[in-house]
């Protein structure tokens, strides 16, 4: 977790928007609580190593979830 959140924020410190996907599969989108868990604890890694502003609130999709990122 800590490699994918050094490499967003590389792009962070560039001026980008990072879109942060995770890909559910099979019985996976069953338990989707446990994923939002996972993405939350990710975001808040990556609140720690920079300061960043949340563009779009972590999102259902059919093949997962998303949340998109910016730097303040």
Not at 14 to 32: M, T
Not at 36 to 48: A, G, I, T, Y
Not at 51 to 67: F, H, S, V, W, Y
Request: charged share 35%.
């Amino acid at each position: 977790m800590e490699i994918r959140a050094k490499s967003a924020e590389k792009f962070l410190n560039e001026g980008d928007s990072v879109r942060v996907v995770l890909p559910l599969k099979g019985r996976q989108k069953a338990l989707e609580n446990v994923a939002r868990e996972k993405m939350s604890q990710f975001l808040d890694v990556l609140q720690e190593r920079s300061d960043i502003q949340i563009q779009k609130q972590i999102n259902k999709e059919p093949r997962g979830l998303t949340a998109t990122i910016i730097k303040k």
